[in-house]
């Protein structure tokens, strides 16, 4: 079993709709988690982070937190073509640099 | 300033050659990592520096080599590249895992080919 699990979709949505994004993870000792967008041939750039359970938002974006399930998401509201990329989850321990990515989903808004 | 800033952009190289990835940061972070990622897929850890020391060794063949001259600046010195190892090669840096704020931020990384 992976440490990080995401589906890699691919998924399409129409504009305006809203995207909903998961990651499930076995490692009960992570305590960080982040999600980043992925444009074609660039680097991840940072969207989410969050260290506790609960909800975050900003903006369009939501990320929710579920330690007890080990669950995380990504909420996107109003979704734009703009947002075409694919999303990456990752999460981490303090004291610790190794940062662990799930596989990616591939996320295609058609105008 | 959340801009961390990778050099060349692309890279091709032969594989008897010797070159060097550059990246830098002046967000004052004290964690910086090497990542490689091949089309379609996630990061691959290769590197950590933690306080300018090599915290992290992700079991990298010796043809790759990093190097940590100082806070700000992370070097990946490359030797006898094999083809298989081109990949978009990233650079991230964040803030010492000892505190809440550990969020990483990547460079648009340097795009590698060795032929």
């Known amino acids: 079993q992976k440490e990080v699990e995401q589906d890699p979709g691919p998924l399409s949505v129409p504009e305006g709709a809203i995207v909903s994004l998961n990651c499930t993870y076995s490692n009960s000792a992570f305590q960080y988690f982040m999600w980043y967008r992925q444009y074609s041939r660039k680097g991840p750039e940072l969207l989410m982070y969050?260290?506790?359970?609960g909800n975050k938002e900003d903006g369009r974006f939501t990320a929710q937190v579920d330690k007890s399930s080990k669950y995380i998401s990504l909420f996107i509201r109003d979704s734009q073509p703009s947002d075409s990329a694919t999303y990456l989850c990752?999460?981490?321990?303090?004291?610790?640099?190794?940062?662990?990515f799930g596989a990616g989903t591939r996320l295609t808004v058609k105008p | 300033d959340t801009e961390v800033t990778q050099t060349p952009k692309h890279l091709v190289m032969g594989m008897t050659n010797k070159k060097s990835l550059k990246c830098e940061q002046h967000?004052?972070?004290?964690?910086m990592y090497w990542y490689k990622q091949k089309a379609k897929k996630p990061p691959e850890l290769m590197f950590v520096?933690?306080?300018?020391?090599?915290?992290i060794n992700e079991s990298v063949p010796s043809r790759f080599s990093p190097e940590c001259p100082n806070s700000s600046l992370l070097n990946l010195h490359l030797h006898a590249l094999q083809p298989e190892d081109s990949a978009l090669y990233l650079c991230a840096s964040s803030p010492h895992g000892q505190a809440k704020n550990t969020e990483a931020f990547f460079g648009q990384g340097t795009r590698l080919t060795v032929v």
């Open positions: 969050t260290y506790s359970s």
């Open positions: 520096y933690s306080y300018e020391k090599l915290s």
């Open positions: 967000m004052g972070h004290r964690a």
């Open positions: 990752a999460m981490g321990v303090y004291n610790n640099n190794d940062m662990r």
